[in-house]
C-alpha cells in the first residue's frame, strides 16, 4: 500500500529526466523558467542589489531562450533535420514533447536574422500550418476580433523570398498578408522592400564531409580490415595494469581506450566542475573572444585542486607514455589542466585544430608558448556522461567519426 506514490513518484522522476534530455524539453523548460522570473526582474528594476543580482544570474533569461533557438538551428543544420519533425519532438527517430505554433514563429524569426533563409521557410510555414489550425480566418474588417498571426507570418516568409532572389512570390505573400493585416511591422518592412529590392542573402555553408560525418555518428576509415587495426590490451608501466585499446587510426592516430575512469570519478569530477563552468572561449590575434563556433560551458581543473584528478593524470600519463605534470621543474608546462566541458542543447566545437598553428602565431605568442612547454602533442577525450544522440568526434580530412 505504501509503495505505490514512491513508484508513482520514481516514475514521474525518469519521465521528468526523459524531457529535459530530448532538445525540445530542454528548450520549453528553459523558456518557462526564463517567462516566470521575467514578472520578478521587471519588479526589480535595472538595479537590483548584488546578492539578488547573483541569485538571478543563474536563472534562465531571454538570451538563454534565444541561445536554445539557435541550438535548433545549429541541430537541424548538422544533422539535415526537417522542421516539420522537430516540432512533432521527433529527432532520428527520438522522440520528444512538441513545440506550438509560437515556438515555430520564433524559431523562424531567429533563423531569419541569422541570415538562414532556408531554415526560416521551413519554421514559419509550421508556424502557419499549426497558426491556420488554431484560429479562425479574420478579415481587415473585423477590427472587434483579435487581428490573425498569418499575416506577419506570410510577410516573413515573403521578406524571405525576396532575399532569395524570389520576387514574385514575395509579391504573392504580401498580396495576402496586406488583407490580413496591413498594420504589421513585417508587412509593412516587406511593401518597403518590393520597392527598394534588398540585397540578396548567402546562405551559410556547411561542410559537406562534416555534415556527413556528423549524421552517421560513427564511422570507422575505409581501410579496416588493416591488420593494425585491432583490439588489445595496452600494457603500461606495472605488469597488473592494462588498459583496454581500439585502434582506430593509424594515421592519425585515433584509438578508444575502455575502462579508463568509473562512474563515482565522473560524478564526482562534474559536482566539483559545475559551479566553474563558464563559456568557453576561443584564442584569436592573442585575444579571448567568444565564437558562434565553440559554444560550450567549460572550467579547467588543476591536478592540486582535487585528488581525483591528479590520480586521472597520471593515469593518462601511464596509457599514453607522456608526462603530464601540470609543471615541471616549476616552471614549463608537460600538460594543460583538464577541461571539464559541457556542450549542452545543440552545443559544438566546429572543425579546428587542437596544437597551434606556428604560420599564425606572433613572435611574443611563440615565445610564450615555447616557454610553456612546446605545442601540443595529443588530445586525450573522456566522456563524463552519454548521450541519447550525437556528440561524436569527427576528423573531417581522415574521413572518421567517432561516437561517445
Not at 214 to 233: E, H, M, T
Request: include cysteine.
Amino acid at each position: 500500500h505504501h509503495r505505490i506514490p514512491i513508484v508513482k513518484e520514481l516514475q514521474n522522476d525518469v519521465h521528468l529526466q526523459a524531457y529535459l534530455k530530448h532538445p525540445n524539453g530542454i528548450y520549453l523548460s528553459i523558456k518557462q523558467f526564463a517567462n516566470e522570473y521575467q514578472s520578478l526582474r521587471s519588479t526589480l528594476g535595472s538595479e537590483p542589489s548584488p546578492a539578488i543580482k547573483a541569485q538571478l544570474s543563474s536563472i534562465a533569461d531571454e538570451s538563454d531562450v534565444v541561445g536554445a533557438r539557435l541550438s535548433f538551428l545549429r541541430l537541424q543544420r548538422v544533422y539535415n533535420l526537417n522542421a516539420s519533425e522537430m516540432v512533432r519532438g521527433n529527432y532520428l527517430g527520438w522522440l520528444g514533447p512538441e513545440l506550438d505554433e509560437a515556438d515555430a514563429w520564433k524559431i523562424g524569426e531567429t533563423a531569419f536574422t541569422e541570415g538562414d533563409l532556408d531554415l526560416t521557410i521551413q519554421w514559419l510555414y509550421e508556424a502557419l500550418a499549426m497558426t491556420r489550425k488554431s484560429e479562425p480566418p479574420i478579415g481587415v474588417g473585423n477590427f472587434e476580433e483579435p487581428v490573425s498571426e498569418t499575416g506577419r507570418i506570410l510577410a516573413l516568409i515573403g521578406r524571405s523570398y525576396l532575399r532569395q532572389g524570389l520576387p514574385d512570390k514575395a509579391n504573392d505573400m504580401y498580396t495576402h498578408a496586406a488583407y490580413i493585416d496591413p498594420r504589421d511591422g513585417n508587412v509593412i518592412a516587406l511593401k518597403r522592400e518590393l520597392m527598394d529590392k534588398p540585397p540578396l542573402t548567402d546562405q551559410p555553408i556547411t561542410d559537406v564531409n562534416f555534415q556527413k560525418l556528423c549524421l552517421l555518428q560513427s564511422k570507422l576509415p575505409d581501410n579496416k580490415f588493416d591488420p593494425r587495426l585491432n583490439c588489445v590490451y595496452r600494457q603500461v608501466i606495472l605488469p597488473y595494469y592494462r588498459f583496454k585499446q581500439e585502434l582506430i587510426s593509424v594515421s592519425p592516430y585515433v584509438a578508444l581506450f575502455y575502462d579508463v575512469i568509473n562512474d563515482f570519478e565522473s560524478q564526482s569530477i562534474i559536482n566539483f566542475s559545475q559551479e566553474k563552468l563558464e563559456r568557453g572561449y576561443v584564442e584569436f590575434d592573442g585575444k579571448a573572444i567568444k565564437q558562434d563556433f565553440r559554444t560550450s560551458d567549460l572550467s579547467f581543473v588543476k591536478d592540486q585542486e582535487l585528488s581525483i584528478i591528479a590520480k586521472l593524470s597520471k593515469r593518462v600519463g601511464a596509457i599514453t607514455n607522456l608526462s603530464t605534470l601540470e609543471y615541471v621543474n616549476g616552471d614549463s608546462l608537460s600538460a594543460e589542466p583538464f577541461q571539464v566541458v559541457n556542450y549542452g542543447m545543440g552545443g559544438h566545437y566546429s572543425m579546428h585544430f587542437d596544437p597551434l598553428d606556428a604560420m599564425t602565431l606572433s613572435r611574443s605568442d611563440m615565445i610564450v608558448q615555447s616557454s610553456l612547454g612546446g605545442n601540443r602533442l595529443a588530445t586525450f577525450l573522456i566522456y563524463l556522461s552519454d548521450v541519447e544522440r550525437g556528440g561524436s568526434t569527427v576528423f573531417t580530412k581522415a574521413d572518421i567519426a567517432v561516437r561517445p
